[in-house]
């Protein structure tokens, strides 16, 4: 089964930056859909940014682009979103999730997204 665990979390003051990293296991295919969600306290899960690990294409949400860049290390099955300029507004747990064997990525809605990672906190002050 795909596994997704995420890491780079922490607290970071307004204006700074922070990179996540989401290293998936269990893959079958190369073509795989990797995408961050956020959800900060009380509030849905919001789509931030995907991206298909084959075609390398890149997916975001209108909201998101410009602050956050999502990239992918194929070598170790990760993804990567860095992200700047972060505010308090961008408080919130932070999360990958993965849908397989797809050349695409569907649009940035939590249930069109198959497998899911635990979770990594952002908290901004």
């Known amino acids: 089964d795909v596994q997704l665990v995420e890491s780079g979390g922490g607290s970071v003051q307004a204006g700074g930056s922070l990179r996540l990293s989401c290293v998936a296991s269990?893959?079958?295919?190369?073509?795989?859909?990797m995408a961050w969600f956020r959800q900060g306290s009380g509030g849905d899960r919001e789509g931030i940014a995907a991206?298909?690990?084959?075609?390398?294409?890149?997916y975001y949400s209108a909201p998101m682009k410009g602050r956050f860049t999502v990239s992918r290390d194929n070598a170790e099955n990760s993804v990567l979103l860095q992200s700047r300029a972060l505010n308090a507004q961008d408080t919130a747990t932070y999360f990958c999730?993965?849908?397989?064997?797809?050349?695409?990525?569907?649009?940035?809605?939590?249930?069109?997204?198959?497998?899911w990672g635990q979770g990594t906190q952002v908290t901004v002050s």
């Open positions: 991206i298909n690990l084959g075609s390398g294409r890149t």
């Open positions: 999730a993965a849908l397989e064997s797809v050349t695409y990525c569907p649009d940035l809605i939590a249930r069109r997204f198959r497998h």
């Open positions: 269990g893959y079958t295919t190369r073509n795989n859909c």
